[in-house]
């Protein structure tokens, strides 16, 4: 017994030092670089998707507002642009398009790198959400374009999924799950 307590003692210490974090320390800079504190969210699902900052996934990005329109009290989602996978140098007014133009109700982060290659600039929720040190669950990088996370009312990330192929019925599947606790 006393060597398990010392066991997840030190675990517990060697997290903390490591720098781990839980989903609710984390802030967040919107397209007008607003600070949101994600503690806000506490008690919601909160779906974060990843899209190209260059040629965003308009489809998909409406079938989330919509949505969340359609789940206001129980659902949120950010949308992180980031600049791992363009393949044109041509940039868009994300904040014309997104807000101004499709008047988006979501949040829209501020853009930025995702995967762990550019450790350096890599974004402070995408290195929590790629990272199992601070997740404490997936320890895995961002592949393509269009990956989406999930995170439970308790801000614990339980799910991750690729590209919008059937992203309808695994989206409306997890909203109904229970999501576990740790």
């Known amino acids: 017994m006393k060597s398990w307590l010392l066991t997840f003692g030190l675990a517990f210490v ?3 030092a490591l720098g781990q ?12 670089n607003n600070q949101i504190a994600l503690s806000n969210f506490t008690g919601e699902k909160i779906l974060i998707t990843e899209c ?3 040629s ?10 919509s949505l969340y329109m359609n789940n206001p009290n129980t659902l949120d989602i950010i949308v992180v642009p980031t600049e791992d996978f363009d393949t044109t140098l041509g940039r868009i007014d994300l904040k014309k398009l997104l807000i101004d133009s499709l008047h988006f109700h ?19 929720l995408m290195k929590w959400l790629t990272n199992a040190v601070n997740n404490r669950h997936f320890d895995n990088d961002l592949l393509s ?3 989406t996370f999930v995170i439970s009312e308790t ?10 192929a059937d992203l309808y019925i695994k989206i409306t599947a997890i909203l109904k799950a229970k999501a576990p606790d740790s």
């Open 155 to 164: 801000g614990v990330l339980f799910a991750e999924m690729m590209g919008p």
């Open 106 to 124: 979501f949040i829209v982060s501020a853009p930025g790198y995702g995967t762990k290659a550019k450790a350096g600039k890599q974004l402070p």
């Open 14 to 16: 060697t997290g903390m």
């Open 56 to 65: 965003p996934d308009l489809r998909k990005l409406k079938f989330l507002d």
């Open 145 to 147: 374009v269009n990956q």
């Open 52 to 54: 190209s900052m260059a």
């Open 21 to 32: 974090s839980t989903f609710y320390q984390l802030n967040i800079n919107d397209l007008d």
